[in-house]
């Protein structure tokens, strides 16, 4: 799938749309995603801040799909685990910059060399328009190489 048409799909996704969570980048290679939420009535928590429960989702499939385009149809990637630390109130329009680079990419295709299950870590920041670190959301991903069974190779 392009790119642009994911960011299409992914910003009117139920969740995203209702949520207020814009995709407004997606790279052509799939290494760099860019994702803003504005604080409205409707994603603010009891005390007027961005609630958490949105901010965790603005950060779910990225590196999950990022990850699975740049590998390729031969790999299993999902995503095991999430974990978000709350550093400050989020307030405005905060926004999460994911980046995959090349190195990332052929450190977990050559730890899948073996056919067992890996599992890559990744952060990243949602930050507020002045750049102040609103929360922090550490991924974990389950990547493993697909292997043919005998009978389908050719």
Not at 42 to 51: D, E, S
Not at 52 to 70: E, Q, R, V
Not at 107 to 129: G, L, N, Y
Request: aromatic content about 12%; hydrophobic content about 40%.
């Amino acid at each position: 799938m392009r790119p642009n048409v994911l960011r299409f799909l992914m910003n009117v996704w139920p969740p995203y749309l209702g949520a207020g969570i814009r995709v407004r980048k997606f790279s052509p290679d799939y290494r760099e995603v860019l994702v803003e939420m504005p604080l409205r009535w409707y994603n603010r928590n009891y005390v007027g801040t961005h609630f958490g429960g949105s901010l965790s989702a603005m950060t779910d499939p990225f590196y999950m799909l990022m990850l699975m385009h740049n590998l390729g149809p031969t790999y299993t990637v999902w995503d095991k685990s999430a974990t978000i630390e709350f550093i400050r109130p989020g307030r405005g329009v905060v926004r999460a910059h994911f980046v995959l680079d090349a190195a990332r990419v052929d450190e977990i295709r050559a730890a899948c060399d073996d056919s067992q299950p890996h599992f890559p870590e990744f952060e990243v920041s949602i930050v507020d328009a002045q750049g102040e670190t609103v929360a922090r959301v550490h991924k974990t991903l389950y990547v493993c190489h697909k292997v043919t069974p005998p009978w389908i190779c050719r």
